[in-house]
């Protein structure tokens, strides 16, 4: 039995139109073991708007009314209208007779009961496997754009983790800010961390320092 969100079975709006336009009538599987059986009204998926009987694993069927309303940029967005809220997600009831919205359920998020350091270490950890190994290496993974790179680095670099930098990052249309246009370089010019600049400053400091007692010890 689930009690938060995370562990209810999610049926999506937008996934399920796109089986409605393969076909009228089918199943989807909203998670291992879970499955619901759908009909859909003639158009549905092309129109946005109509109807769409649900069968939950359990109890009886259920009717529910799609519409569609305009966006600001053009085109139109549908959503399951149920009365007084439209929404575009359903989660599945505990005891998997009916679909409902997250508030009519009373489902809350898991991070809503975590105390303050569990909350904090909950971040660290969703955003070091967003960076994956290679973004915490300081190498941005192939996949992921450098925009959505820097933001991550910083959203590590906040809450504690340091990313070192070993490419630089460069983005179309995009402008430098913050730590990247501050980050240190080599003698070579190429990005490095704060630590590695200061301890190769001070190795060349103290071989100057030899230099120097060489020096006064030929000098003599």
Do not use: C
């Not at 499955?35 to 939950?56: I, K, M, N, Q, Y």
């Not at 007779?97 to 969703?126: D, K, T, W």
């Amino acid at each position: 039995m689930f009690y938060f969100v995370e562990d209810a079975p999610v049926l999506d709006l937008d996934r399920l139109l796109r089986a409605a336009r393969r076909a009228s009538a089918g199943t989807l599987t909203l998670s291992p073991g879970v499955a619901v059986t759908f009909e859909a009204s003639p158009g549905l998926a092309d129109l946005g708007a109509g109807w769409v009987r649900l069968h939950p694993p359990r109890g009886a069927p259920q009717l529910l009314r799609v519409t569609s309303l305009p966006i600001p940029r053009g085109g139109r967005r549908a959503y399951i209208d149920l009365g007084a809220r439209r929404v575009s997600r359903l989660h599945l009831a505990p005891d998997g007779s009916r679909f409902a919205s997250r508030q009519a359920l009373g489902l809350s998020y898991r991070v809503h009961h975590l105390s303050n350091r569990r909350r904090h270490l909950l971040r660290v950890e969703r955003t070091k496997e967003r960076l994956g190994f290679y973004g915490l290496n300081g190498v941005r993974p192939g996949e992921m754009t450098p925009r959505r790179y820097e933001e991550l680095v910083r959203r590590a670099e906040a809450l504690g983790v340091r990313v070192p930098i070993v490419e630089e990052v460069r983005a179309t249309k995009m402008r430098p800010r913050g730590r990247w246009e501050d980050v240190p370089r080599d003698e070579r010019g190429r990005w490095t961390t704060v630590e590695a600049l200061r301890a190769s400053r001070l190795r060349a400091q103290v071989e100057g320092i030899k230099r120097e007692l060489r020096g006064l010890r030929e000098g003599r």
